[in-house]
């Protein structure tokens, strides 16, 4: 139902799920596990696999916290985008890429919930996509020393709030990755 036109595709991205970031995230293994699944289903069912990788001070380019976390291969024929802000669409060529694919509708995943995800999610609803989350396909690190509830809490919070999302011409929602329907 996006509000975008031509745009009837569906694609999967997997958001910075790098050595660096993900590296004391809450349940790391288990969405590590869901994504990987993810990814294969997706490739599986012919869907674009959108690869989002951050750079930063703490994400040198090229170093070893930099680098997909090896559970995850990223295909030579899959797009990886490059970013520097938190939303994937801000000052990279995610846009470009997804209208190239002719896609409308986004399965995400990825980390963290509480920066990178909450962003993107929120930067794709408004530019028109529909948004699919994956409730147990996204994780974040623990923050609680600096006044943010635990990670299950933010994750939980996440899932919550945004199977409730609504806007003109979208939908948004929240399924586990068992429950993903690429076709949809």
Not at 14 to 33: L, T
Not at 111 to 116: E, G, K, L, S, V
Not at 138 to 164: F, K, R
Request: proline share 4%.
């Amino acid at each position: 139902m996006t509000t975008l036109q031509n745009r009837p595709h569906t694609a999967l991205m997997v958001i910075d799920v790098q050595n660096g970031v993900v590296a004391g995230a809450h349940a790391r293994d288990a969405v590590v596990a869901a994504i990987h699944g993810l990814v294969g289903r997706a490739r599986s069912e012919s869907v674009p696999v959108v690869w989002v990788q951050h750079a930063d001070a703490d994400l040198e380019v090229g170093s070893q916290s930099w680098e997909i976390v090896p559970e995850l291969q990223r295909l030579a024929s899959e797009p990886l985008v490059h970013k520097t802000y938190g939303d994937a669409f801000e000052g990279t060529d995610l846009e470009e890429v997804l209208a190239a694919a002719g896609v409308g509708r986004l399965v995400v995943s990825g980390a963290q919930t509480d920066a990178c995800i909450r962003s993107t999610i929120h930067g794709a609803f408004a530019r028109g996509y529909d948004v699919t989350l994956v409730g147990d396909a996204h994780t974040t690190e623990d923050l609680s020393a600096y006044g943010a509830p635990t990670p299950d809490q933010v994750i939980g919070h996440t899932n919550m709030y945004w199977q409730y999302q609504s806007a003109p011409g979208r939908t948004a929602g929240v399924v586990s990755a068992g429950e993903v329907a690429f076709g949809a």
